[in-house]
């Protein structure tokens, strides 16, 4: 706990004349914080902060973001390091313990992860339940919200060892829920997971290998989607990080606070931008028409924005967008695609974005969903499985940040209050 060791305060005047001390706060790096925790004792008044634009809601020691530099730091270390010298499962291991492994730990995670790949044989006949075109973020909110009903030897989060043992579930098991969510759309039947792959050939093979056929898995593919998953993998208190956080803040189990994160992640302003983007960018067809979209997005009496744009922290360029963009090229160079007509209209669209006043003084740059969802296309995703697959990614992030929680014994049920505008008793 951070015990405002300099000595520093702010003062806050008060109508009725009084003034109250209040400690301000410094981490490691980044701005100080006000200690406001004791506000409502001394005033009897609260803070209004609507989409908590000027509040931080803990102590954090996983990821740092420097939003006017265009920097995400995760345990210290850039995320251009990490897409570049990492695999997802040792950036998840860094996530979770704080540093990255040595061989002998790194082999030890990945065994352990690899263990927990299978499903309760049960859990497949949720799949049946659903119809046939429900969306698969749907089925993965229901399917990991019902794991808590499956491992009970794991729901008791004052145990450390029930603790790990459901964060390894939860990290090995999202991409085989994932991967059978989707067979069951396309009515194919479900793959086993196959332990002598990595994590993410083994999520490939999950999703695109039938019993009938040999499936080669592509390299430059499984190493795109590995380095998707890296960049995808945290970024601080979100909103569906905020939402795990507050779920398990009751004491709720991780599976129900990991489904609590899904749910959170599928809307088109978080993790449901990368759909939105294509969707946005079929609708606008063609380089002549970006102009005219362009205007749609600055009009105020319109609801449309250009998805994949803008960030609540970044006012720079998202570190995430720029390795992506590589990755992109890789892909589609794969592909025998470079001219992709997805990614020129992007490209375009993004330059007229940059050079646009509009934009240019709002500083809204391309965020991580801006080429993701084009990467994910060339390889064969199914547009409704982008947002899966961040949340795939994004799980190692959410339990990392709900073990932090339950680990600090300071933290207590998250719990904001209102501007109350109802009627008046009567
Ligand atoms: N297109 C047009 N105008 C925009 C956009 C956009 N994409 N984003 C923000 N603005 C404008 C907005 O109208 C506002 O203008 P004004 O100050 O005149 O009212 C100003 O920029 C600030 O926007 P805000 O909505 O107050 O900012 P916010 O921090 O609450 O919202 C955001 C951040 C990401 C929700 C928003 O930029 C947005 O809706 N972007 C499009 C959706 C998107 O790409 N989401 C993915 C976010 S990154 C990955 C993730 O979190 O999952």
Same mark, same amino acid.
């Given at each position: 706990m951070n015990d405002n060791k300099n000595n520093i305060f702010a003062k806050l005047q008060l109508p009725n004349g009084k003034s109250i001390k209040l400690p301000i706060l410094?981490?490691?790096?980044?701005?100080?914080?006000?200690?406001?925790s004791s506000l409502?004792?001394?005033?009897?008044?609260f803070t209004y902060d609507p989409g908590?634009?000027?509040?931080?809601?803990?102590?954090?020691?996983?990821?740092?973001?420097?939003?006017?530099?265009?920097?995400?730091?995760?345990?210290?270390?850039?995320?251009e390091y990490l897409a570049t010298n990492s695999s997802y499962l040792e950036t998840a291991y860094l996530l979770l313990y704080g540093n990255l492994p040595d061989?002998?730990?790194?082999?030890?995670?990945?065994?352990?992860?690899?263990?927990?790949?299978?499903l309760?044989?049960?859990?497949?006949?949720?799949?049946?339940?659903? #119809?046939?075109?429900?969306?698969?973020?749907?089925?993965?909110?229901?399917?990991?919200?019902?794991?808590?009903?499956?491992?009970?030897?794991?729901?008791?989060?004052?145990?450390?060892?029930?603790? #790990?043992?459901?964060?390894? #579930?939860?990290i090995a098991k999202m991409p085989t829920i994932a991967a059978m969510a989707y067979k069951f759309s396309i009515g194919q039947p479900f793959v086993y997971p196959?332990?002598?792959?990595?994590?993410?050939?083994?999520?490939?093979?999950?999703?695109?290998?039938?019993?009938?056929?040999?499936?080669?898995?592509?390299?430059?593919?499984?190493?795109?989607l590995d380095k998707i998953l890296i960049l995808h993998a945290d970024h601080e208190q979100n909103a569906s990080t905020s939402t795990v956080r507050l779920a398990g803040s009751s004491g709720a189990n991780p599976f129900a606070c990991i489904s609590a994160g899904i749910?959170?992640?599928?809307?088109?302003?978080?993790?449901?931008?990368?759909?939105?983007?294509?969707?946005?960018?079929?609708?606008?067809?063609?380089?002549?028409?970006?102009?005219?979209?362009?205007?749609?997005?600055?009009?105020?009496?319109?609801?449309?924005?250009?998805?994949?744009?803008?960030?609540?922290?970044?006012?720079?360029?998202?570190? #995430?967008?720029?390795?992506?963009?590589?990755?992109?090229?890789?892909?589609?160079?794969?592909?025998?695609?470079?001219?992709?007509?997805?990614?020129?209209?992007?490209?375009e669209l993004e330059n007229i974005a940059l050079h646009d006043s509009y934009f240019v003084e709002k500083k809204l740059y391309p965020n991580i969903d801006f080429y993701s969802g084009i990467i994910l296309k060339a390889m064969g995703f199914p547009i409704s499985l982008f947002t899966v697959i961040f949340a795939v990614a994004r799980t190692v992030g959410w339990i990392s940040h709900w073990n932090e929680?339950?680990?600090?014994?300071?933290?207590?049920?998250?719990?904001?209050?209102?501007?109350?505008?109802?009627?008046?008793?009567?």
């Amino acid at each position: 706990m951070n015990d405002n060791k300099n000595n520093i305060f702010a003062k806050l005047q008060l109508p009725n004349g009084k003034s109250i001390k209040l400690p301000i706060l410094e981490g490691t790096v980044g701005p100080q914080v006000i200690d406001i925790s004791s506000l409502y004792k001394e005033t009897g008044m609260f803070t209004y902060d609507p989409g908590f634009t000027s509040t931080g809601s803990c102590e954090s020691k996983i990821t740092y973001i420097d939003g006017e530099k265009g920097m995400l730091l995760h345990r210290g270390y850039e995320i251009e390091y990490l897409a570049t010298n990492s695999s997802y499962l040792e950036t998840a291991y860094l996530l979770l313990y704080g540093n990255l492994p040595d061989k002998q730990k790194k082999e030890d995670f990945i065994n352990a992860i690899t263990t927990h790949t299978m499903l309760n044989e049960q859990i497949s006949n949720f799949y049946k339940g659903f #119809r046939d075109n429900a969306h698969p973020m749907a089925i993965l909110c229901g399917v990991v919200g019902a794991m808590s009903a499956f491992y009970h030897d794991s729901t008791n989060i004052e145990n450390k060892e029930e603790r #790990r043992i459901a964060s390894y #579930r939860l990290i090995a098991k999202m991409p085989t829920i994932a991967a059978m969510a989707y067979k069951f759309s396309i009515g194919q039947p479900f793959v086993y997971p196959s332990n002598k792959l990595n994590y993410s050939e083994n999520f490939l093979n999950m999703l695109f290998s039938v019993p009938a056929e040999e499936y080669q898995i592509n390299r430059v593919f499984a190493d795109a989607l590995d380095k998707i998953l890296i960049l995808h993998a945290d970024h601080e208190q979100n909103a569906s990080t905020s939402t795990v956080r507050l779920a398990g803040s009751s004491g709720a189990n991780p599976f129900a606070c990991i489904s609590a994160g899904i749910a959170s992640l599928w809307g088109p302003s978080h993790g449901g931008a990368n759909e939105a983007v294509i969707k946005m960018l079929n609708e606008i067809e063609n380089v002549k028409n970006i102009k005219q979209y362009v205007e749609k997005a600055k009009d105020k009496n319109d609801p449309f924005r250009l998805m994949g744009f803008g960030h609540r922290v970044y006012k720079n360029y998202d570190p #995430r967008a720029k390795v992506l963009q590589k990755i992109a090229e890789n892909v589609l160079k794969e592909e025998h695609k470079l001219e992709n007509k997805l990614f020129d209209l992007a490209k375009e669209l993004e330059n007229i974005a940059l050079h646009d006043s509009y934009f240019v003084e709002k500083k809204l740059y391309p965020n991580i969903d801006f080429y993701s969802g084009i990467i994910l296309k060339a390889m064969g995703f199914p547009i409704s499985l982008f947002t899966v697959i961040f949340a795939v990614a994004r799980t190692v992030g959410w339990i990392s940040h709900w073990n932090e929680m339950i680990e600090d014994k300071t933290s207590k049920i998250g719990r904001p209050r209102q501007l109350y505008i109802g009627e008046k008793p009567r």
